[in-house]
């Protein structure tokens, strides 16, 4: 089974500053795990995905996320915060054997100008 | 269109209406979702479409809740006797099969209101 948590339902970040979203996963086999963006009235974009391969990830708008199988964890970060960032993000798992993904509560990122 | 399109986009109804939901996936995709998205909570798997296998209905929440897709084309999910529990927006995804699969294109939504 698998499912994800994801850390702090609330981030603010001021406009140029780093961007931390942290996702925790449980899977009992090899995970593929995925990051969305969903903008107000919008459905969810794809950002970012790992599946096999090079741990970190690059997505779009500057995102990029790395696995750790270590710490079960994928963490989203961005460098520096734009305003256009502000939305809600969610973090995704699924088997790579199986048809269901499961998401995380999601974090909603504001940007402080 | 190119993408996932969902109708109606809003949805007002009173208690115990029965509402349909439509989901148009993208063309070619073969696999369908739909999800249920409460205010201020993540996405809550209700069913999976694939091919013209058996869905898995296993998250459906009760059995006023069923959905019907017709070989790889539209999906529809009803909502029988609706409860103002029901009152949330219903996301739908469709993704390729094989190696592609894991990647899911979402419709914007249905907002649902149950007054």
């Known amino acids: 089974a698998q499912s994800v948590t994801q850390l702090g339902s609330h981030v603010s970040v001021s406009e140029g500053a780093l961007v931390l979203l942290r996702c925790n996963y449980s899977s009992s086999v090899p995970p593929y795990l995925f990051w969305y963006v969903q903008y107000p009235n919008q459905g969810l974009q794809l950002l970012l995905k790992y599946t096999t391969g090079a741990t970190l990830v690059k997505g779009i708008n500057g995102f990029e996320a790395e696995f750790k199988k270590s710490e079960t964890s994928f963490h989203l970060t961005k460098p520096s915060a734009h305003m256009s960032d502000a939305a809600e993000y969610f973090c995704?798992?699924?088997?790579?054997?199986?048809?269901?993904?499961?998401f995380g509560t999601g974090t909603s990122l504001t940007v402080i100008p | 269109g190119a993408g996932v399109s969902q109708s109606p986009s809003n949805k007002v109804t009173e208690k115990g209406k029965d509402v349909e939901l439509r989901c148009d996936p993208i063309?070619?995709?073969?696999?369908l979702y739909w999800y249920r998205q409460r205010l201020g909570q993540g996405l809550e798997f209700l069913i999976y479409f694939q091919g013209n296998s058996a869905p898995d209905k296993s998250g459906l929440p009760s059995d006023r809740f069923s959905a019907e897709r017709t070989g790889e084309s539209v999906s529809t999910l009803t909502i029988q006797r609706t409860q103002q529990e029901d009152s949330a927006v219903y996301l739908c995804a469709s993704s390729y099969t094989g190696i592609l699969k894991n990647i899911q294109y979402f419709g914007a939504g249905t907002r649902l209101s149950v007054l």
């Open positions: 063309s070619g995709h073969t696999a």
């Open positions: 995704a798992v699924s088997a790579n054997t199986g048809n269901q993904f499961y």
